[in-house]
């Protein structure tokens, strides 16, 4: 089960990375008022990275208490894949939402394994 934390860990690491970057990526296009290629291909990592994240966290902390979480991450990713592919609109302010949920959320998960003493 150590073995599994520390693959956790790396994981959760990351997503906090890739949610980082997309979210300068967003910001510099906002700042520059041009769409970059680039930024694209961060978002994707972005949310690929979490929907993997979430399914690994489901089975390495289905005994914690703190699965509720991992369970609530998992209903938003499944309405916004459905959302995507019935072709729903949604405002931008729902990306802004997810970008934060996630950054915020790992960047917690990350602070509590590391800084935060048992």
Do not use: N
Request: hydrophobic letters at 60%; one cysteine or more; aromatic letters at 22%.
């Amino acid at each position: 089960m150590d073995k599994v934390r520390k693959i956790m860990g790396m994981v959760d690491i990351f997503v906090f990375a890739a949610t980082t970057l997309a979210i300068a990526g967003v910001f510099y296009e906002g700042m520059t008022l041009k769409w970059y290629d680039f930024v694209g291909i961060l978002v994707i990592c972005m949310d690929y990275s979490f929907m993997s994240a979430t399914i690994l966290h489901l089975f390495a902390d289905r005994k914690e208490k703190t699965i509720w979480i991992h369970l609530f991450s998992l209903f938003i990713i499944i309405i916004a894949v459905i959302m995507k592919f019935a072709a729903i609109e949604y405002p931008a302010i729902t990306l802004v939402l997810w970008y934060f949920y996630i950054w915020f959320f790992y960047g917690y998960l990350i602070i509590k394994r590391y800084l935060i003493k048992h």
